[in-house]
């Protein structure tokens, strides 16, 4: 026989109500324990507790976001295409950082992306605080207009990587966005240093997009370890990509037509360091004999390549975490602050 004191659960969604009438408290105590108020005793929220596991309550978030002002989901927003999205590592490592430090919160993470006009109408469309708490911002190009759209909506924003405009107006000592990012100039120097001392001088490089902090930071990385050494930057010596393995492959073409001297590269991503690979293979250019090779990230291909690939490290997962971390410090109400993440060199046989 069932027992005495259990209650029925009622034919349709358990109410508010119903678990206060199990839990012997007030519909005001359990609305604060499902609302997150520190201000219920911890046995009455046990009580509470007991009794949503019970009843197996799900709190109506329309009508909780009515009283609590909140939605309870963050928007992870990416400008570039779902092909890359999907199919380059660096991304999907900030994802499973973003994911992993959200697991042990109530937020729901709404990934989009935002390279087409459509999209872009899209995701400007949903940005607002009816629909998320707060938006992390990830792959801007120069000039994007989402960040000031979304102060403007008074939405929390936290930036994936230093915004571009803050190089031109050089450092300063406070920031008036939140932003996480690694030290992309420290690491491109490690990475040049390294080549420098392997006797490398004619050292190419693969610049990335010079609309995007990271590749210009990275592109004055290898400038600056070039002139510490007490050498002239030769800027033949330098061709852009887009951080993609074709156009790492296409840069080693255009490099080597023009300076066939060329006895070392800096990729300034593990995606063209693949390409570039493929290209000095092409073109019967031995490595590290001929030409020692150096990337930027550290994902997993570069140490599947032959050689495997000397990388400079970039942790993007603590990266992924980090953004969370002050995003939730600013949906709480804490004042914009940036994180830089260090970078290191890993040593591998293609140098």
Known sequence: MPSTNSRPRSAGRPTLDEVASRAGVGRGTVSRVVNGSPQVSPEARAAVQKAIDELGYVPNRAARALVTQRTDSVALVVSESEERVFGEPFFAGIVRGVSSAL?????????????????????????????????????????????????????????????????????????????VDADNEGGARLAVGHLLDRDRRRIAAIAGPQDMAAGVSR????????????????????????????SGERAIHELLARNPDVDAVFAASDLMAVGALRALRELGKRVPDDVSLVGFDDVAIARQTDPPLTTVHQPVEAMGREMVRLL????????????????????RTST
């Not at 990830?138 to 924003?157: N, Y």
């Open 103 to 179: 697991a042990d919160t109530q937020l729901q993470l709404w990934l989009a992306m935002a390279q087409s006009p459509a999209e872009r109408q899209r995701v400007e469309h949903h940005l607002t605080n009816q629909h998320v708490d707060g938006v992390m911002l990830l792959s801007l190009h120069d000039a994007d207009p989402l960040p000031g759209l979304l102060e403007q909506r008074g939405l929390p924003v936290v930036l994936g990587g230093r915004p571009a405009r803050m190089l031109s107006e050089g450092e300063r000592s406070g920031t008036d966005v939140a932003f």
């Open 328 to 347: 939730l410090a600013r949906i709480a109400g804490a004042e914009p602050s940036a994180v830089m993440v260090e970078t290191h060199l890993v040593e």
């Open 219 to 246: 592109l004055a990385g290898y400038r600056e370890a070039i002139e510490r050494a007490g050498m002239p930057v030769d800027e033949s010596l330098i061709a852009y990509g887009d951080f993609s393995e074709a």
